[in-house]
């Protein structure tokens, strides 16, 4: 109701069907044009900036240095590859990197699970892409990858966001969803390497294991403190136990938390024993890790997921193209190229040395994968052909760098297959030795538990240069020891003989000089019974050595002579060099270095003409002793310098230490104190590297010296 111009009253009526909708004016009566503009709507609320980073599961512990790194890489790179194996945790740490990295992207943090590893098959692109679109308000999604992926980059362009990209299987997946703005930064995880994304201009970050103390850490806080300080050596066995694997420690902290009356030492036997470890790592519903491992070999090709369980077998944990060549029965080119493949799906990890590696748990689902789907014959059959490798290889090295010892046969299974070295080349024959010492010993010991006794004392045989040149000390008791006995089982008399006289060195090595006389002698009496007059001068050789070193060299002198004169009546002029070397250590040691000088000149000639420059620096050493002892101070110098040089080209670093050592008693001699201390820590470090027993004599001097 309103008031007209002349003062009555006015009346708006609204009379039958009509009725108004939008803006109403109330007025008597109306001049002109009415424009009605409606009140304009409020506009709708924008979409919430996204945040999709999934909440933490729990405290995240440790990764320090792999937090730095990421922060080092999302510098300089917009897209970072976070690789690693099932459950070490690369999901947790991005997720924590992110977070951390939060305020730099203020137009959002997305998360993507690409479901690689899932039973129903990895996430479409058009479902990633569409998430990502309708984060930031756009409804309309195209239906191609291609049409989704150009709307993606229209959407992202000139926004500063960071991407994770979990579960990823292949570069192409990742490819599909890059934003198209400059500043965003996307972070992908998974299992495999993904090195086809460098040509995208990613940086890469291997992740690797926990550390103990961290895993210790995420288990206290899991399942509290109080319950933690009650059982701290198991907490510590359960860590240790879970072998870094964030997600083993994780699923174990869960099953103590639910469990009040579960103890942690209960815990740590459960995971004890290898038969039980995978099975102890799981919940209710979820088979956890052994469900992921099983995952990432579902995309393997048939020959990589033989190889993946037969490398289950192996008694080491690390492994070459060449151990890989001998499970499969087939060329090392061929091998190489499968394991690229399981180190492309992180099943074993690449350590960029020509050598790979299993983690405990990994190589657990592979050893049960490989009795599951293979045959027990088919399983020692593998075995074998590693072994026989192994025995093969370390008697090609025997023959190039101890030919008189390799003079006993060698059984195998099947045709053994070539070295990897050139039979020729010495250094590289010293190069495998070294490299492959645990491996030898490893095998060794798979041979004595499989009962293949004749395999296990020629393997203990065929590392003989080992044990004599490169003076690998911290195998010899358990190599001689399996190898001895497993001798005695065959009842072969010539391979009992070798293992005795053998271990015999080796006691005598150790600086037990009346237990190596001891098979020296059962040694020796072999020898007489089958009139082996050559066995039984280097039998006699032996027992020198062990009377020199227990201090009588009246017996020691009485075994070099008669251990000469027999090799002299057989013709073995290399063995009686090698005597003469030991008669001119001897009469040094005796105080008559003239006498030293005829002995040890012609065995350093004889030597050398023979071919044998291991031997010859031996003489050579022993030379240089002699001068020093005569005052010859510059040929002493001469001869030990040219000794030093030989023996590091032959590998010797036991020689090469004790020649480092005589250069620093002659420097310490004639008043050189500061050179003597050199030499002598130079000597110290390779003899602690050997683990030799020299090492606490030589800390001794350095002590003396430093003091």
């Known amino acids: 109701m309103g008031t007209a111009d002349d003062g009555t009253t006015a009346r708006n009526v609204i009379a039958g069907a009509a009725h108004l909708t939008g803006g109403v004016l109330q007025a008597g009566r109306v001049h002109g044009t009415v424009h009605l503009h409606a009140a304009p709507a409020a506009a709708p609320a924008p979409p919430p900036v ?21 922060t080092e890489l999302g510098a300089d790179h917009r897209l970072v590859v976070v690789n690693g194996p099932a459950g070490v945790g690369k999901t947790a740490l991005v997720l924590q990197w992110l977070r951390q990295q939060a305020a730099d992207y203020p137009d959002g943090l997305l998360y993507a699970d690409l479901r690689g590893h899932a039973p129903g098959g990895p996430a479409l692109a058009t479902e990633t892409l569409g998430g990502f679109v309708r984060a930031f308000g756009v409804s309309g999604v195209p239906g191609t990858a291609a049409e989704a992926a150009a709307l993606w980059r229209s959407v992202s362009a000139g926004r500063r966001l960071a991407l994770m990209i979990d579960n990823v299987v292949t570069a192409a997946q990742v490819r599909q969803l890059l934003p198209g703005a400059e500043q965003a930064l996307v972070v992908v995880a998974s299992r495999y390497r993904l090195s086809g994304l460098a040509l995208d201009g990613a940086a890469f970050h291997p992740l690797g294991l926990l550390d103990d103390d961290a895993a210790a850490e995420i288990l206290i806080r899991r399942i509290g403190e109080g319950r933690a300080d009650r059982e701290p050596q198991a907490v510590k066995d359960v860590a240790a136990r879970c072998g870094g694997l964030a997600l083993a420690v994780s699923l174990v902290a869960a099953r103590v938390a639910a469990r009040p009356r579960l103890t942690l030492a209960a815990t740590a036997a459960a995971l004890e024993h290898d038969s039980e470890r995978l099975a102890a790592l799981r919940l209710k519903g979820e088979p956890a890790v052994q469900s992921a491992l099983d995952a990432s070999c579902t995309g393997l090709t048939p020959e990589s997921a033989r190889l993946y369980q037969l490398l289950g077998l192996l008694p080491f944990t690390d492994f070459t193209a060449d151990d890989a060549a001998a499970l499969l029965a087939s060329s090392a080119p061929d091998a190489d190229e499968r394991l690229d493949e399981l180190a492309e799906a ?20 592979a050893r049960a994968r490989a009795r599951a789907h293979e045959s027990e014959q088919d399983q020692l059959a593998a075995l074998r052909r590693v072994l026989d490798w192994y025995l093969a290889t370390a008697s090609a090295a025997e023959r190039l760098l101890a030919a008189n010892h390799a003079s006993l046969a060698r059984e195998y299974a099947g045709p053994p297959v070539g070295p990897p070295f050139d039979p020729a080349d010495e250094p590289a024959a010293v190069r495998w030795l070294d490299r492959e010492r645990g491996h030898l010993l490893a095998a060794v010991r798979a041979a004595d538990e499989q009962g293949w006794d004749v395999l296990t004392w020629q393997l203990v045989d065929a590392m003989y240069p080992l044990f004599h040149r490169l003076r690998a000390f911290e195998l010899q008791d358990e190599a001689h020891r399996l190898g001895l006995a497993a001798a005695r089982r065959t009842g072969d008399l010539r391979a009992l003989a070798r293992m005795l006289a053998d271990t015999g060195g080796r006691l005598r090595n150790l600086g037990r000089p009346e237990e190596a006389i001891s098979r020296y002698q059962e040694a020796l009496a072999l020898a007489e019974a089958n009139g082996n007059l050559k066995r039984q001068a280097q039998v006699l050789h032996g027992i020198g050595q062990a009377h020199l070193l227990a201090g009588r060299l009246d017996e020691a002198a009485g075994c070099f002579h008669r251990d000469l004169e027999l090799r002299l009546s057989v013709g073995y002029s290399r063995g009686a060099a090698l005597t003469r070397v030991l008669l001119g250590d001897l009469a040094i040691t005796r105080g008559h270095p003239e006498r030293a000088l005829p002995d040890l000149t012609d065995a350093y000639q004889v030597l050398l003409d023979l071919g044998e420059p291991y031997e010859a620096a031996r003489a050579l050493a022993q030379l240089g002793r002699a001068h020093a002892a005569l005052g010859e101070q510059h040929a002493a110098q001469e001869a030990l310098e040219r000794a030093a040089t030989m023996f590091r080209a032959a590998g010797s670093a036991a020689w090469e230490a004790r020649t480092l050592e005589l250069q620093g008693e002659l420097d310490e001699a004639r008043g050189a104190s500061q050179r003597a201390l050199e030499r002598y820590e130079a000597a110290l470090v390779l003899y602690r590297r050997l683990g030799a027993p020299d090492a606490e004599r030589l800390a001794e001097a350095v002590r003396r010296l430093a003091g």
């Open 50 to 70: 996204p945040r999709q980073l999934p909440p933490p599961t729990g405290p995240f512990v440790g990764r320090t240095a792999e937090l730095a790194a990421l």
């Open 346 to 365: 992180n099943l074993v990890e690449d350590l960029g040395t020509g050598r790979f590696r299993f983690h405990d748990l990994v190589r657990l689902h």
